[in-house]
């Protein structure tokens, strides 16, 4: 928008990854938080609206880190001038922290620990799903489970309540080797929340033949038996833990037939135990321990 001379260039995204309005694979800012921002925004001189100080920071920092690879550092990874491709983002994140009223940030690891603090930092999902085109994210912050495989959970989107496809799926995972442990629509006025929540908020497919929209039920289930994964993968499936959780596609295709589509993305899954747990804690907190027991090693009893 406005790139013409004598204007001011915009980018516009959206909370939920709405096809343009992204970046990549999932929305641009972490969904909760973008809505926070502007909640909390502020009006300037002219009448315009724009992030408060501590946001402005906080989003800045976001932004440096898990879209704009750091290149070189100091001593103890000390920030420099020359850390990004322009000195100008060094000299901002300066600014933004003294008018935020925040300490200088003098290292990578002060960024993060102000992100952490304040709720900015993303989920494990979201991070392994920005580390498939970064490599300082996979390299920094990328999660593996240190799980046992075995656990999954299945989520799926309005579309499927909507082509009474939920029995399908289920009687399909049945016959894949999944036990069902617990099958759950989710409640209306929660379903913004979690679509929030889970893979960066990118729940927008430009391809599909209708708009499958957000979560709606899920899943929970675990595999006795799971399956290795080869040790060649690319890199959006790095980090599945059990093979057989590569059904996805074949249960998409099954059921966009099912509701006469030519694609309809029903339903996502977790990649792996340490993923599952992250849905369960926030999808049915009550039932976290029993399911966590399944993929605990013998070697770790507890957590």
Not at 147 to 157: C, E, M
Not at 180 to 190: D, T, W, Y
Not at 195 to 208: C, E, I, K, P, V
Request: hydrophobic share 40%; net charge neutral.
């Amino acid at each position: 928008m406005t790139e013409r001379f004598g204007t001011i260039p915009l980018d516009v995204y959206t909370p939920f990854s709405v096809p343009g309005h992204s970046d990549g694979n999932v929305a641009y800012l972490p969904p909760a938080r973008a809505l926070d921002l502007l909640s909390r925004r502020e009006r300037g001189e002219w009448g315009e609206w724009h992030p408060c100080p501590a946001d402005a920071l906080l989003s800045y920092c976001y932004h440096l880190l898990f879209h704009r690879q750091p290149g070189v550092l100091g001593k103890d990874e000390t920030l420099l001038p020359k850390t990004w491709d322009d000195e100008a983002r060094f000299a901002e994140l300066m600014r933004l922290c003294d008018k935020a009223g925040v300490a200088r940030v003098r290292t990578l690891s002060d960024m993060e620990a102000l992100l952490r603090r304040e709720k900015w930092f993303p989920e494990s999902e979201t991070i392994n799903f920005v580390a498939r085109s970064n490599e300082f994210v996979r390299s920094r912050y990328a999660v593996r489970s240190s799980y046992l495989p075995g656990l999954a959970v299945f989520i799926v989107r309005e579309a499927a309540l909507k082509y009474e496809l939920v029995g399908p799926i289920e009687t399909i995972l049945t016959a894949e080797g999944f036990d069902i442990k617990l099958s759950e629509m989710i409640p209306v006025e929660r379903r913004i929340e979690i679509a929030s929540l889970f893979r960066g908020g990118n729940w927008a497919s430009s391809q599909d033949s209708e708009p499958a929209g957000v979560p709606a039920h899920f899943i929970v289930t675990f595999d006795p038996n799971p399956l290795p994964m080869p040790e060649q993968v690319e890199i959006g499936r790095a980090f599945v833990d059990n093979k057989r959780l590569l059904l996805k596609k074949k249960l998409r295709k099954r059921t966009a037939q099912l509701a006469d589509k030519k694609r309809l993305n029903a339903l996502h899954s977790s990649d792996n135990s340490l993923q599952a747990l992250d849905y369960v804690r926030l999808l049915c907190p009550d039932r976290y321990d029993e399911f966590e027991a399944l993929v605990l090693s013998p070697s770790v009893p507890g957590r």
